[in-house]
């Protein structure tokens, strides 16, 4: 902590009176992160949250008084806390507007009174406490600087061997970590930030003037810069300017506002204080740093906006010519300079060296950039981005070629433009794990290289220029090499063996063919290789190739195919030219394949085809199109012929295709449909761990369905699963294994034989030590399982319940969602929730209500419920926690329908006890439940009046029901078609129809009829509500009608 404050933290220039905090994105995030970490240590480290600072942290704050609530003495201009040190001494004193915090209980305490200025507060205790780790541990941690390891804070501490000691050391250590977390954490916010250069921001100006002047379709009236002299550096700010990064300062008239004055530097554009009376500028900034010019007008004029939108593809286009400006001279010289070089060349000698450039000219582009934001404008890029997918993805990505009459060479290189936009498309796609583009590894030519870097070379100069027969043994003699390492893959690369390579499997000659595709098949494993592949245009060739009538050419094709089709291009390419239809044609490797016995008089090398056709479409079926494009040329029946095949071989790339394209609902029905599941489940027991990951991952998929898990329980699928767990060193298998039994425990009766085969057992030893991917999995599987009594009991006797309840202060979205439904389900029952008490499982389940993620939101409400009923003293328990009534009542302006329903439910029972009720009534939870009552969803419905008929039970809550007219809507409920919803509805009228004016509102809304036909109900509760409505709207009409005669 004391070196991120120390280093990182932004400082205001010396000389300004006293130096606070700048206000930067960096500063933003320390002070989070700061905050994250005070907020959470009095849950995460409750004893070493009552442990006396050395000195009080102090500083000015903007908390009211009144703001403190329980556990304080509260007075006019002083609060003090009730608890208090050893001598007395209050642990939180604040005497307006100066604060002192001497523990960390105090301070997490306090953070969470701040609510929405907690960042500024935090702010104001670093700025009044430059050196707080001192004032914590003590003076001598003064000396303790980032050479200070944790073996030096162990020295420092335990000389004296006491309880304090222990204590002091364990904070030591905790503020250590959060020193290493900050560090760490600005370092990813520095590397995100791209410094602007003047020539970038010259381009940007000399572009505004151009589209700037008089009139209603131009951007701006005006800009121009301060001073006209610019220096040779392309800044023109003065000199002592430029030393803190600043560029130039520009004059900048939009239409609608007033003259702004900005200051262009590299860290960004801001507005500074302006001209002074003696035009002068006034340097010093106002407001946030924007990462450009444009960025910045269009925040502080709406016109500019406007008016950049309806001209913003001229002024891209504007923007790409400035960008390409630098690079069109060289390029038009680069052929003559290679003529002047090669005096006495030959034509072919020639064409080879514009071949050599324009190899360069593809491999410049495959660099990354740090220019890349500047060279394309980012939100032009998003929807030209957006309409290619769509228009690749459902009408199949064809490209219209336009202009054949273009030359040879220009067509070329119109090729290699299009690809490089359909490159750029490509990098968005979220299919595949290989989208980013990896870093281009080219040979420094003084680098020292093997001898057989050199050799391959030769060889390759001889494929180049040798007969047929010279062709072959070069590439038998390459074959040779070991072109699994990364220096021959690249010498063949480098010296352009790549394009012969393509060119021969062009050519009529079957050795040749096989040879090249046997040098491409090794070589195409490196990510850089494969993407030059696309690019020279050898997948095409490859698809034609698979209608040979050689089995070798089309098993060596396949295989390079699948190797090749590891990121979306190559897979769109595989589709375009046909090649998904005649990889499926593979399979249909022998008519009588349905019939296992006959399998062994198959043709190996049919056998070894087909095997070949499932690997390329393995790799291809990570397309959404391409998983379309295989069932429509009937691929699923063939590959349910093959999963009946005893070569384990064949099995994997079938069972890995099956795996990817189940995800699809469509696959899934067909999957039923050719009686898959049965050889799936046999699979299971095979000895290959990879085809059992499959296998499991495929179940896993398909067993979203109620169907498909009875088929497995009726094939005997859960009994192997259940055995597979046992194995857990195979990770990727045991995240397959674990998420077929999660989906499976979804129907009661596989929970059952789970039961039986001691899986809840296993499960619960699997909630310590195993990756995320099988904790999310593991966790889904106990939420499932604990639904049931028995399996409640069997988490909680073999030690499950801590586990789950550590799971609670992760960050990952999935397993919070699963560990609030696991740790829900286990409170049910009243053992279970006096461990979680214990264990300060509800204050973290009511902590996840923050969380910005609505599905975890809704799952940890929906996990409060049970806990709330079932705690001892739940009324008490509800209202130690800080804020956390509020925090529940202002869920319910959310806009997602799941969490209002789970805030509704916990209403529900937090509204049981009276103090509490009458706690959130006065933040205002009628007239927000009111506000709800006009849904169509009928969960929510449910929940809804449930909640509404508890909240009745306070003051003139019913009134208030009727005056935010909550009434007649619930009336509308009694239509439903949900009993559950009658029900609830039925009561909550009841309880309003205590109020006259609202018995008016039912009776004008027709409740009377609706409510007779549910006295007949059998659903007892739901006869008394309604009988009880309807007498209390008839007994005012009696009233009513007696007043009227009397």
Request: glycine share 4%; proline share 3%.
């Given at each position: 902590m004391g070196v991120a404050l120390g280093r990182l933290v932004q400082w205001t220039a010396p000389g300004h009176g006293t130096r606070v905090l700048e206000k930067t994105p960096l500063n933003e995030a320390?002070?989070?992160?700061?905050?994250?970490?005070?907020?959470?240590?009095?849950?995460?480290?409750?004893?070493?949250?009552?442990?006396?600072?050395?000195?009080?942290?102090?500083?000015?704050?903007?908390?009211?008084?009144?703001?403190?609530?329980?556990?304080?003495?509260?007075?006019?201009?002083?609060?003090?806390?009730?608890?208090?040190?050893?001598?007395?001494?209050?642990?939180?004193?604040?005497?307006?507007?100066?604060?002192?915090?001497?523990?960390?209980?105090?301070?997490?305490?306090?953070?969470?009174?701040?609510?929405?200025?907690?960042?500024?507060?935090?702010?104001?205790?670093?700025?009044?406490?430059?050196?707080?780790?001192?004032?914590?541990?003590?003076?001598?941690?003064n000396t303790m600087k980032e050479e200070s390891s944790i073996l030096n804070i162990l020295d420092k501490i335990t000389k004296d061997n006491d309880t304090e000691s222990e204590i002091k050391m364990k904070i030591a250590i905790l503020l250590k970590q959060l020193d290493v977390n900050l560090l760490n954490h600005s370092l990813k916010c520095i590397s995100l930030e791209i410094p602007l250069h003047p020539a970038a921001v010259k381009?940007?100006?000399?572009?505004?003037?151009?589209?700037s002047g008089k009139g209603e379709q131009t951007v701006l009236e005006s800009i121009k810069y301060t001073s006209d002299y610019e220096y040779p550096n392309g800044c023109r700010a003065p000199p002592w300017r430029q030393i803190l990064g600043e560029i130039c300062y520009v004059l900048v008239k939009p239409h609608d506002v007033e003259t702004l004055c900005i200051t262009c530097s590299e860290e960004g554009v801001f507005l500074n204080g302006g001209k002074t009376d003696d035009e002068e500028i006034n340097y010093e900034r106002k407001g946030v740093?924007?990462?450009?010019?444009?960025?910045?007008?269009?925040?502080?004029?709406?016109?500019?906006?406007?008016?950049?939108?309806?001209?913003?593809?001229r002024f891209n286009e504007e923007l790409q010519k400035e960008k390409n400006k630098p690079n069109e001279t060289p390029k038009k010289e680069a052929p003559g300079a290679l003529r002047k070089a090669i005096p006495g060349s030959d034509k072919t000698m020639l064409e080879k060296n514009q071949i050599n450039f324009?190899?360069?000219?593809?491999?410049?582009?495959?660099?990354?950039?740090?220019?890349?934001?500047?060279?394309?404008?980012?939100?032009?890029?998003?929807?030209?981005?957006?309409?290619?997918?769509?228009?690749?993805?459902?009408?199949?990505?064809?490209?219209?070629?336009?202009?054949?009459?273009?030359?040879?060479?220009?067509?070329?290189?119109?090729?290699?433009?299009?690809?490089?936009?359909?490159?750029?498309?490509?990098?968005?796609?979220?299919?595949s794990e290989e989208d980013e583009e990896p870093p281009d590894h080219r040979q420094e030519a003084n680098a020292?290289?093997?001898?057989?870097?050199?050799?391959?070379?030769?060889?390759v100069k001889y494929l180049k220029g040798g007969n047929q027969t010279a062709t072959v043994i070069a590439l038998c003699s390459m074959k040779d090499f070991n072109l699994a390492q990364e220096t021959c893959q690249l010498a063949i690369r480098d010296v352009g063996g790549l394009e012969v390579l393509i060119n021969l499997l062009d050519t009529d000659e079957v050795k040749c063919k096989i040879g090249s595709l046997k040098i491409l098949k090794e070589i195409s494993h490196n990510p850089q290789i494969r993407r030059n592949i696309v690019d020279l245009g050898g997948l095409p060739i490859m698809v034609n190739i698979l209608d040979s009538p050689h089995k070798s050419l089309k098993c060596l094709a396949a295989e390079t195919i699948a190797n090749v089709a590891k990121f979306r291009r190559a897979r769109w390419a595989v589709r375009h030219h046909g090649g998904i239809t005649k990889l499926v044609a593979l399979l249909d490797c022998a008519q009588n394949s349905a019939e296992p016995a006959q399998s062994s008089l198959y043709d190996a090398r049919d056998?070894?085809?087909?095997?070949?056709?499932?690997?390329?479409?393995?790799?291809?079926?990570?397309?959404?199109?391409?998983?379309?494009?295989?069932?429509?040329?009937?691929?699923?029946?063939?590959?349910?012929?093959?999963?009946?095949?005893?070569?384990?071989?064949?099995?994997?790339?079938?069972?890995?295709?099956?795996?990817?394209?189940?995800?699809?609902?469509?696959?899934?029905?067909?999957?039923?449909?050719?009686?898959?599941?049965?050889?799936?489940?046999?699979?299971?027991?095979?000895?290959?761990?990879?085809?059992?990951?499959?296998?499991?991952?495929?179940?896993?998929?398909?067993?979203?369905?109620?169907?498909?898990?009875?088929?497995?329980?009726?094939?005997?699928?859960?009994?192997?699963?259940?055995?597979?767990?046992?194995?857990?060193?195979?990770?990727?298998?045991?995240?397959?294994?674990?998420?077929?039994?999660?989906?499976?425990?979804?129907?009661?009766?596989?929970?059952?034989?789970?039961?039986?085969?001691?899986?809840?057992?296993?499960?619960?030893?699997?909630?310590?030590?195993?990756?995320?991917?099988?904790?999310?999995n593991v966790v889904g599987a106990l939420g499932e399982c604990c639904q049931e009594y028995e399996n409640r009991v069997i988490v909680r006797k073999c030690g499950g319940i801590q586990p789950l309840v550590n799971l609670l202060v992760g960050i990952n979205q999935a397993l919070l969602v699963n560990v609030t439904k696991a740790v829900g389900a286990c409170a049910v029952e009243p053992e279970n929730m006096m461990i979680i008490d214990r264990l300060d499982g509800v204050r973290l389940l009511w902590s996840l209500l923050k969380n910005p993620h609505p599905d975890v939101k809704a799952s940890a409400a929906w996990a409060l419920c049970p806990c709330i009923q079932n705690a001892k003293d739940a009324g008490e328990m509800v209202r130690s926690f800080v804020g956390g009534l509020e925090l529940v009542v202002n869920l319910l302006k959310s806009d997602n329908k799941e969490v209002l329903a789970s805030v509704c439910a916990a209403i529900t029972n937090i509204a049981k006890d009276q103090e509490n009720l009458a706690v959130i009534t006065d933040h205002g939870v009628v007239p927000l439940l009111s506000k709800l009552a006009n849904t169509n969803n009928d969960k929510l419905r449910r929940h809804l009046a449930e909640a509404i008929s508890c909240c009745c039970m306070w003051g003139r809550n019913r009134v208030a029901f009727g005056e935010n007219k909550a009434v007649?809507?619930?009336?509308?409920?009694?239509?439903?078609?949900?009993?559950?919803?009658?029900?609830?509805?039925?009561?909550?009228?009841?309880?309003?129809?205590?109020?006259?004016?609202?018995?008016?509102?039912?009776?004008?809304?027709?409740a009377v009829k609706l409510l007779l036909h549910m006295v007949g109900s059998p659903d007892q509760d739901l006869q008394e509500a309604a009988a009880g409505c309807i007498s209390n709207i008839r007994r005012l009409a009696l009233a009513t009608e007696k007043a009227r005669y009397t």
């Open positions: 320390i002070l989070k992160e700061i905050i994250m970490f005070a907020e959470s240590f009095i849950y995460k480290h409750p004893q070493e949250a009552k442990y006396v600072f050395v000195e009080p942290l102090e500083w000015k704050t903007d908390l009211n008084p009144s703001a403190f609530e329980s556990g304080y003495v509260v007075s006019a201009t002083t609060v003090k806390s009730e608890e208090s040190d050893e001598n007395g001494q209050p642990l939180l004193f604040l005497s307006v507007p100066q604060i002192k915090v001497r523990s960390f209980g105090q301070l997490s305490c306090f953070l969470l009174i701040a609510k929405d200025t907690k960042l500024k507060e935090a702010q104001a205790c670093i700025e009044g406490n430059r050196n707080p780790v001192a004032k914590i541990l003590g003076l001598d941690y381009n940007d100006i000399e572009l505004l003037k151009r589209f740093i924007y990462k450009d010019l444009v960025t910045c007008l269009k925040e502080k004029s709406a016109k500019f906006s406007e008016n950049m939108s309806k001209q913003k593809t324009g190899k360069s000219n593809m491999i410049k582009r495959l660099e990354p950039s740090l220019n890349w934001k500047t060279t394309i404008d980012s939100k032009e890029y998003n929807v030209f981005r957006h309409r290619v997918s769509i228009h690749e993805e459902r009408h199949g990505g064809r490209v219209e070629k336009s202009a054949p009459s273009v030359s040879a060479g220009k067509a070329q290189l119109i090729r290699k433009s299009g690809e490089k936009v359909e490159e750029i498309v490509s990098e968005s796609s979220s299919e020292d290289l093997p001898s057989e870097y050199w050799q391959i070379q030769k060889l056998v070894e085809v087909a095997r070949c056709g499932a690997l390329a479409l393995w790799s291809c079926s990570k397309s959404y199109a391409n998983k379309e494009a295989i069932r429509k040329a009937g691929g699923i029946p063939l590959l349910a012929r093959l999963l009946k095949t005893s070569h384990e071989n064949m099995l994997i790339p079938v069972v890995g295709t099956l795996q990817e394209c189940a995800s699809e609902e469509n696959y899934r029905a067909a999957i039923k449909a050719e009686r898959i599941i049965e050889n799936l489940v046999k699979n299971l027991n095979s000895e290959n761990e990879q085809l059992q990951e499959h296998c499991a991952m495929a179940i896993y998929q398909c067993a979203e369905d109620e169907e498909t898990r009875d088929l497995v329980r009726m094939h005997g699928g859960l009994k192997p699963l259940a055995t597979l767990l046992n194995n857990t060193d195979n990770k990727e298998r045991l995240a397959a294994v674990t998420g077929a039994i999660w989906k499976c425990s979804i129907s009661k009766e596989n929970v059952t034989k789970f039961r039986e085969y001691k899986a809840i057992e296993t499960l619960v030893g699997l909630l310590t030590d195993q990756p995320e991917e099988v904790l999310v007649a809507p619930l009336v509308r409920y009694l239509k439903s078609n949900d009993a559950n919803v009658h029900r609830a509805t039925a009561q909550a009228l009841y309880q309003l129809s205590e109020d006259a004016d609202n018995c008016i509102t039912m009776h004008e809304n027709g």
